[in-house]
């Protein structure tokens, strides 16, 4: 599938908006519920999984902008890198967070509106390509960030 700048800057709102809509309302104390998570993995609260999402909607904006890695990333695996993510936000506020999850969004559509038409439409891709924007912040979304407050809600 061949995507356009119009398209992908839609879903990549429409994805925004519904996190966002989820995390308006939210106390500080929810920021520390537990997400379901595999023992071999870091053990995430909601805000760490907030904090994975918009890293990797920032890395989203890096390649619009055809930008190399930060050096501390170079040659990380998937696991290594969401590591190094979880230490870089573990212990900040979820007030911290929040407010990079919105100032990733505001740079993510400035780099997709500078991007040029080709970063678009150059190649076939997946539906939901950048996923980082769309079917990986929904999975997250859903899969993390809102069992877990059913959860907290479920037990408080």
Same mark, same amino acid.
């Given at each position: ?29 929810? %920021?520390?519920? !537990?997400?379901?998570? !595999?023992? /071999?993995?870091? !053990?995430? /609260? ?5 904090? +994975?999402?918009? $890293? ?5 904006? #890096?390649?619009?902008?055809?930008? #190399? #890695? ?7 695996? /998937? ?25 990733? +969004? ?13 970063? %678009?439409?150059?190649?076939? &891709?997946?539906?939901?390509? !950048?996923?980082?924007?769309?079917? $990986?912040?929904?999975? +997250?979304?859903? #899969?993390?960030?809102? &069992? ?9």
């Amino acid at each position: 599938m061949r995507h356009t700048r119009d398209e992908v800057l839609e879903r990549t709102i429409a994805q925004f908006e519904r996190l966002d809509a989820l995390l308006a309302g939210l106390r500080a104390d929810a %920021f520390v519920l !537990p997400v379901p998570r !595999p023992e /071999t993995k870091d !053990p995430w /609260t909601l805000q760490d999984a907030l904090a +994975h999402i918009t $890293h990797w909607k920032a890395d989203v904006a #890096r390649q619009a902008r055809g930008l #190399r #890695r930060a050096a501390d990333e170079r040659g990380l695996g /998937t696991q290594e890198a969401n590591h190094l993510v979880y230490l870089r936000w573990k212990d900040r506020s979820p007030g911290e967070v929040v407010a990079w999850h919105r100032q990733v +969004h505001v740079d993510v559509l400035q780099a997709l509106r500078d991007a040029p038409d080709s970063w %678009f439409a150059d190649r076939d &891709r997946r539906a939901d390509w !950048p996923a980082d924007l769309d079917g $990986h912040c929904a999975w +997250h979304r859903a #899969r993390d960030i809102e &069992r877990a407050l059913a959860s907290g809600r479920a037990g408080g």
